[in-house]
């Protein structure tokens, strides 16, 4: 409990306040004889109190992974002020990350943009070979991350991007695990998607272009890069 106060406390002073009040309200009516608060404690104080220990539970949770899995805090190879374009999730064949890779080529002599990949699959380690074939410097492959440090890159990453294959079964959708975590960072986001169902495009949280066409990708990126205002 006491680590989830401090936890969300720390992040979100307003979140905190908001969480506090109706147990405040309800002990300053209590004061005054205004509300009859005995017997009803466990009603005004349990909602709290579980939003609170999970908060803690998921704080300990990720402190105890980080250490397991020795886990360290992500430094960027880029400048500060540079547009990035970042990508979190799978680096598999179902994920058009070459996509990816194929945009960063294009836009290899654009030295204020780069790429960030993070995430792992069977793909990960071909790509990286890749990227060290045409000696790009503007693509950071980052380690394995804690989900904390993935959403800080998220927050300074400049878009976010989405990349899935032309292929039959996403026609009738996608389901990114990662979406939640693009929405939360709040930064346009460009995906690459040939499919009929296409959520960025219909509540306007970003651009699509289609599927494994890089050159469009990378005309996306420079497009957003331009309109950028950090």
């Not at 204020?112 to 000696?135: N, P, W």
């Amino acid at each position: 409990f006491l680590v989830g106060s401090i936890s969300i406390f720390v992040q979100d002073r307003l979140k905190f306040f908001i969480l506090m009040l109706p147990t405040l309200f309800v002990l300053i009516a209590s004061t005054f004889q205004l509300y009859p608060f005995r017997g009803r404690l466990l009603l005004f104080l349990v909602p709290s109190l579980l939003l609170f220990i999970a908060e803690g539970t998921e704080q300990i949770r990720e402190k105890t992974r980080s250490h397991r899995l020795n886990l360290k805090e992500p430094k960027l190879a880029f400048a500060e002020g540079t547009f990035i374009a970042a990508y979190a999730g799978t680096i598999g064949n179902s994920n058009s990350v070459d996509t990816i890779i194929d945009a960063a080529v294009i836009l290899r002599r654009n030295n204020d943009i780069g790429f960030v990949v993070m995430g792992e699959g069977s793909m990960k380690a071909t790509l990286v070979k890749l990227v060290q074939k045409y000696e790009l410097t503007n693509v950071q492959f980052t380690d394995h991350l804690a989900d904390k440090d993935v959403n800080s890159i998220l927050h300074r990453a400049s878009v976010t991007l989405l990349c899935w294959k032309d292929l039959p079964i996403y026609d009738y959708g996608t389901s990114p695990n990662k979406l939640p975590l693009y929405l939360k960072a709040g930064k346009p986001i460009i995906q690459a998607y040939s499919g009929s169902y296409d959520p960025i495009k219909k509540h306007k949280l970003g651009i699509t272009v289609p599927s494994e066409n890089a050159s469009q990708l990378a005309a996306a990126i420079l497009k957003i890069s331009k309109m950028d205002t950090r």
